[in-house]
């Protein structure tokens, strides 16, 4: 882990001359600088949010998952999803990921309801994973075939990665699920946390239509059925009721974010706005 | 450590042995603790292989390993101790032969 930067007297005079001065930006921070079309670099923030904001929440975790194996299995899969959010973002912001990432406010952020809810206990923690890493993997996997060179090349990589976060989610579902009967509840109930995000992920708003009818990107309609049978299948196995349909939760893509995301980003942030250009 | 959670201590205990590329032998490396094989062998993975230390693992069950008793070690090694002939020593190894 990286030590904290030393802070010296022209690093704090420079946090209180800096343009945010310890407050939120305002205005358009970066799309309207950007060179690319609106909708794909929407739906590149939107991608990049996703593993950010995953790979953050992940990171929460370090020092604190139950055992030595899990911290590490978990700091694994939160590094491979900052390592796809680095990509996204910097091709999204002409190389400077940074500043999306650490420079953005909530209302700004793209990323689904699913992966900015907080971890809970280990069961929701897994149970937010299966649903997400399942439906990263059956999107991956198509958009590795889109006629995009950037999407296909990032996802024919991201595609390993992910297939892996899937097995490993699939294989703590069946345990905690068909292990004691304190794991079966906690599994069951984590589950029934995240359900009522899952139709956010096979949303299709204007964006998405326009990226669709040009090819560019997969219809996750498409895989909707599939994803729907796969997490059925690890539910039976793990001996777990499919939980009841809830009403669905929708936004996350136009920046409407449950309470929650404002307090990763305080932590995720404040240092870089703190002290901008910081680095050690 | 959560302190709610088993916290991996009723875990058993698994060892683990890398093939660092293709052609070598698997080496033993450490151990890991997992509820059972298939998660051994991700904790493995995720503890021992994340700067490509290998293409193959192997895993085994701690308590499933035959060892030989230290008390025994008069025995079973010093006997070896004073056969120096047993070394190939007695001839050079060319440099471009690897990996004896």
Same mark, same amino acid.
């Given at each position: ?280 | ?19 660092? =590329? ?15 094989? =298939? ?21 085994? =069950? ?39």
């Amino acid at each position: 882990m990286p030590s904290l930067p030393v802070i010296e007297p022209k690093d704090v005079r420079q946090a209180k001359i800096a343009p945010d001065g310890g407050v939120f930006d305002e205005g358009e921070p970066t799309a309207g600088k950007d060179p690319l079309e609106d909708v794909y670099y929407d739906y590149l923030v939107r991608l990049g949010d996703d593993s950010l904001i995953l790979g953050q929440r992940l990171a929460e975790w370090c020092g604190h998952a139950p055992g030595l194996e899990v911290d590490l299995s978990l700091a694994n899969l939160a590094l491979d999803l900052i390592g796809q959010a680095t990509h996204l973002l910097n091709q999204a912001n002409n190389g400077d990921g940074d500043e999306l990432a650490f420079h953005r406010d909530v209302l700004d952020y793209k990323n689904c309801w699913l992966v900015e809810q907080p971890n809970g206990d280990f069961g929701r923690t897994i149970a937010r994973q299966l649903l997400f890493s399942t439906y990263q993997h059956l999107l991956y996997r198509e958009l590795a075939d889109s006629p995009d060179p950037f999407l296909s090349g990032l996802a024919a990589k991201a595609v390993k990665e992910v297939s892996y976060h899937r097995e490993l989610a699939a294989d703590w579902t069946i345990r905690l699920g068909d292990g004691t009967e304190e794991s079966a509840r906690r599994m069951a109930e984590g589950l029934d946390w995240c359900w009522r995000f899952i139709p956010e992920l096979f949303e299709v708003d204007a964006v998405m239509e326009e990226l669709i009818a040009r090819q560019c990107v997969p219809d996750p309609r498409g895989f909707e059925g599939e994803y729907k049978a796969a997490i059925a299948a690890v539910l039976a196995e793990a001996k777990l009721e499919k939980p009841a349909d809830q009403r669905p939760i929708l936004g996350g893509r136009r920046g409407h974010h449950s309470e929650h995301l404002g307090h990763l980003l305080a932590v995720m942030q404040h240092i870089p706005r703190t002290y901008p250009g910081a680095v050690w | 450590m959560s302190e709610t959670a088993g916290g991996g201590h009723d875990w058993p205990l698994w060892e683990v042995f890398i093939r660092s =590329k293709g052609g070598m032998a698997h080496r033993h490396v450490g151990s890991v603790h997992a509820p059972d094989s =298939k998660l051994a062998l991700a904790h493995a993975r995720d503890t021992y292989t994340r700067r490509q230390e290998g293409v193959s693992l192997w895993i085994v =069950k701690s308590g499933e390993i035959i060892a030989s008793d230290p008390a025994d070690s008069g025995p079973l090694f010093e006997p070896a101790e004073d056969k120096v002939y047993r070394h190939p020593t007695f001839y050079d190894i060319p440099d471009v032969v690897k990996h004896i």
